[in-house]
């Protein structure tokens, strides 16, 4: 593999970072997954533009342009050839001294791995995901506020441990007002009748592109579409559940805290969502050649 590193294309066994990184010492940094779809980089601008509003949010001043990382990252797909594949950016905030200050970091490390990812297995997509709602609260928005994604995915990855620890391979995770915010790594929504509801970013939710994506083909497709705020009430009450994201896709889910969601299997919206979103993927985005 190919990495790109600070403005080069090095090998994989060349791509390497120091043990003083902050982005390895304090988990100070941002990053982003993005996706390719038929030699197409998938919303290349929306996810360049949210990684410098998360650098912006944490004061990391990214080291190039939005439009040269768009083009790194169109380059290390094409070194790659990873024409449908996955697509990591990481900007570390660098080497610095043992403590905490940022300041003390003179340059920050620009990564983009070109690789594959499959987050949950194949037959989940026809089946459906049991998810579990758990303790672990998600951010409150004043710690560190979930629209950016941070190198510190401690909060996710503890969701993440209780949820498997409990036999599930998907956490449904609440804000500090009890609301429902999102899963660890993917934005949740509800179908009830004709209308789709997804969590509103106040409510702790990271804005996923997926997301959005998803809210505009229901739109477009009839559906009613709200940002709300929801409780598991309307989670356990509704005719259908999924998740959202750039590694989940649109996948269904079928049961939480082990109680079936609707019929118990993946809803008609949910089906006629998943096709569309993927009708739009293959057929959209930056060319990589
Ligand atoms: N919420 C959280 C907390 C996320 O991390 C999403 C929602 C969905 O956002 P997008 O923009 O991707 O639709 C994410 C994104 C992984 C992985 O390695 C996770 C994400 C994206 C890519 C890879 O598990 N999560």
Request: hydrophobic share 40%; glycine share 8%; proline share 5%.
């Amino acid at each position: 593999m190919k990495i790109f590193l600070n403005g080069k294309i090095v090998p994989e066994r060349e791509a390497k970072v120091s043990v003083f990184d902050h982005g390895l010492l304090y988990g100070d940094g941002v990053f982003e997954g993005i996706r390719s779809y038929n030699g197409r980089v998938f919303m290349l601008d929306e996810h360049v533009e949210r990684l410098y509003r998360s650098a912006k949010a944490i004061d990391l001043k990214i080291p190039m342009s939005p439009a040269q990382m768009a083009r790194a990252v169109v380059r290390t797909c094409k070194e790659n050839r990873v024409l449908n594949g996955y697509i990591r950016l990481v900007v570390t905030r660098g080497v610095g001294t043992l403590g905490l200050n940022p300041y003390t970091c003179a340059k920050p490390q620009v990564i983009i791995i070109a690789g594959s990812i499959q987050l949950y297995p194949k037959k989940l997509y026809d089946e459906g995901l049991s998810i579990v709602t758990v303790g672990t609260i998600r951010n409150h928005t004043e710690s560190i506020n979930p629209q950016i994604k941070s190198l510190n995915y401690l909060n996710n990855v503890l969701a993440k441990i209780e949820a498997i620890n409990s036999g599930c391979m998907e956490a449904v995770m609440l804000n500090p007002q009890g609301f429902v915010a999102e899963a660890t790594g993917d934005n949740i929504f509800v179908v009830k009748g004709n209308r789709l509801v997804t969590p509103h970013p106040w409510c702790g939710t990271l804005e996923g592109i997926t997301r959005n994506v998803v809210m505009k083909i229901a739109a477009e497709t009839g559906v009613e579409v709200k940002e709300d705020v929801l409780t598991r009430y309307e989670l356990y009450t509704a005719d259908e559940v999924f998740l959202t994201g750039t590694a989940a896709e649109v996948i269904p889910v079928v049961n939480i805290d082990r109680r079936s969601i609707g019929k118990g299997k993946p809803g008609p919206v949910t089906r006629r969502l998943a096709k569309a979103f993927h009708l739009f993927a293959s057929s959209t985005g930056t060319p990589i050649v």
